[in-house]
């Protein structure tokens, strides 16, 4: 008989968590890393639940940033989640809230024994609205996260830039009635070009800043309405 990958397959997707319930229970070093990974990704709506917690999960909920319930969990505690992060250093309690929270209809993550729950969480850069996210479906955490740090030198912050700039176009353009859909498309792919061309050294467009948006479109255009 073969042997059979012990890995599962995941869907890759960003979320939007502001204004969902994330609920985090336990308050250890595991806990701590997910509650920054929820905050870092925007979640505004963190609950954590743990009769104690570490300095830094306490000065979090001392800012305001989280909401700390001081108590063990109980069940009710994942109504209304969105996500759950099951990370106590108990697998019954963490077996407990990975069955109440899905029965509640939420997203959970088990911290402990990561393939029974329904997401892993993956390393991740952040350059602006550029994320790249990267995930070895829990194979090797070690292994994302070297390949994470790959990533922050290969992608600098220059890719912030550009990647807000490019959306600002984008923006701009959606709003211009007088180009034809495929020419916007043309355009736009263009400028995704001169973005990498500029990030690569190879720099064809005018220097950063010097040129407005509304220049910008009129460059681009005028190299398919000629
Ligand atoms: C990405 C990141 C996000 C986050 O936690 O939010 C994350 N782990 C990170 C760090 C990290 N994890 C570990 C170390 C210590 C090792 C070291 O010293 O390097 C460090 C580093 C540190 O603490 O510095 C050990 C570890 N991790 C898991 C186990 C249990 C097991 O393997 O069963 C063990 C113990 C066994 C072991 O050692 O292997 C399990 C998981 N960890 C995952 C994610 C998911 C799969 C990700 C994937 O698909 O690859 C999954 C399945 C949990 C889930 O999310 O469900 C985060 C930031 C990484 C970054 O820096 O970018
Ligand atoms: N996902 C990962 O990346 C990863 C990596 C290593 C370990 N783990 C696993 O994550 C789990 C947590 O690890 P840790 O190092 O943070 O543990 P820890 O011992 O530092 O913290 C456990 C926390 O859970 C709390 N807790 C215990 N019972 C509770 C209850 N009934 N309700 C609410 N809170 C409760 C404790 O008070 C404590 O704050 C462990 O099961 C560990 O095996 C996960």
Same mark, same amino acid.
């Given at each position: 008989m073969g042997r059979e990958s012990r890995t599962k397959t995941y869907y890759a997707l960003h979320l939007d968590l502001r204004g969902k319930r994330c609920v985090v229970v336990g308050g250890g070093r595991i806990a701590e890393r997910k509650t920054r990974g929820l905050l870092e990704g925007g979640?505004?709506?963190?609950t954590l639940i743990s009769p104690d917690a570490t300095s830094a999960l306490a000065s979090l909920a001392e800012q305001g940033s989280i909401q700390w319930l001081r108590r063990e969990y109980q069940d009710k505690d994942a109504d209304g989640a969105a996500l759950?992060?099951?990370?106590?250093?108990?697998?019954?309690?963490?077996d407990i809230v990975l069955r109440e929270a899905r029965a509640a209809g939420a997203l959970v993550n088990q911290t402990d024994e990561a393939a029974e729950g329904d997401f892993i969480?993956? +390393?991740?850069? *952040?350059?602006?609205?550029l994320l790249?996210?990267?995930s070895t479906s829990g194979a090797s955490p070690a292994f994302a996260k070297r390949i994470r740090n790959e990533l922050e030198g290969r992608y600098g912050e220059p890719y912030a830039w550009w990647a807000e700039?490019?959306?600002e176009l984008r923006a701009s353009m959606v709003n211009e009635e007088g180009f034809a859909t495929a020419t916007k498309r043309a355009m736009l792919r263009e400028a995704a070009e001169e973005a990498e061309l500029d990030l690569q050294g190879e720099r064809r +467009?005018?220097? *950063?800043?010097d040129e407005?948006?509304?220049?910008?479109i009129s460059r681009l255009a005028s190299a398919y309405l000629s």
């Open positions: 979640a505004d709506h963190v759950v992060f099951a990370a106590t250093d108990s697998r019954i309690v963490n969480a993956p +390393s991740a850069v *952040r350059r602006g609205p790249l996210s990267v700039r490019l959306g +467009s005018p220097q *950063r800043g407005t948006i509304e220049a910008w």
